[in-house]
């Protein structure tokens, strides 16, 4: 505010600030000063941000449910370990016993868990922690979260996700009459996903060199074919914010989708899992 009162530009003052805000929500807060509408261009990357909260929550509460499930059954399958297979220890005494190979090693097991219960309590908190700090460091998100692209499940939601986001932030720059060789560059920031961002990389170059935009996307590999041709419609039409709009919905859309049936696999598979562990400790005493 002091910034602002004292002469700076909007855009200048958010960047010298601590908010932590994404490069292209200052990137469209200049476009807006430069172009004489600032408050649309602030009403598009509220609307943004706004959306990424959105789904965020919508992330977070889908998995509260299977996070309790999960919890649930590793207290149950500890609980068995310790108050159930110690009390038939002394079968492993009896000379008369026959006790098969994995009867023994899961009654040895609970033995030496029930023993260094502390130690094992002490050992967990101690991963939850190194886990907890690791997460929090940019560079192993980064890390993880390119991993986790190229899983099976997983990876086909987060490239849509990804194309969502990239696409409507684009969508929103050149909208905001920002030239599209700067807005590919700004708009990489909304990407999270490093190996996307080093694709990008290269395609400020080939647009001074003449190529189309969809001749540059057409290259990339995670690019979906299906999507270009309403980048060629809004090229040959002039209306390239809007159908990067609309490309955007449509990929977040579809990223909803993957990501309901990715949990709602998780729940069946957690149980599956669950139940398998449960029964071969009941089996086995």
Do not use: C
């Amino acid at each position: 505010d002091r910034a602002v009162r004292s002469g700076e530009r909007l855009s200048a003052a958010l960047a010298a600030s601590l908010l932590g805000l994404p490069p292209y929500v200052l990137a469209m807060t200049e476009a807006g000063e430069a172009s004489g509408e600032l408050a649309a261009a602030l009403r598009d990357a509220a609307l943004q941000r706004d959306h990424e909260r959105r789904i965020g929550e919508e992330l977070r509460n889908a998995l509260v449910y299977p996070a309790v499930l999960v919890s649930a059954g590793v207290l149950a399958v500890l609980v068995i370990f310790v108050g159930v297979v110690p009390r038939f220890a002394s079968l492993l005494k009896s000379s008369r016993a026959d006790v098969p190979a994995l009867s023994r090693w899961i009654i040895e097991s609970g033995l030496f868990v029930k023993q260094h219960l502390l130690a094992f309590g002490l050992g967990s908190a101690a991963l939850i922690l190194l886990a907890a700090a690791l997460l929090s460091n940019p560079r192993v998100r980064a890390s993880l979260l390119d991993a986790l692209s190229r899983a099976p499940v997983l990876g086909p939601w987060l490239l849509r996700l990804e194309i969502g986001r990239w696409t409507t932030v684009l969508g929103q720059l050149l909208g905001n009459r920002v030239p599209i060789i700067s807005a590919i560059g700004l708009s990489s920031g909304a990407l999270r996903l490093k190996r996307l961002r080093e694709d990008l990389a290269g395609a400020p170059r080939e647009l001074e060199r003449g190529r189309t935009l969809s001749d540059v996307l057409g290259g990339l590999a995670w690019f979906p074919a299906a999507r270009l041709n309403l980048v060629k419609v809004g090229e040959r039409s002039g209306e390239l914010p809007r159908m990067l709009a609309t490309l955007g919905a449509m990929e977040t859309e579809a990223a909803r989708t993957l990501q309901k049936r990715a949990l709602s696999l998780i729940e069946p598979a957690a149980i599956l899992i669950i139940g398998a562990v449960i029964g071969v400790i009941m089996v086995a005493v």
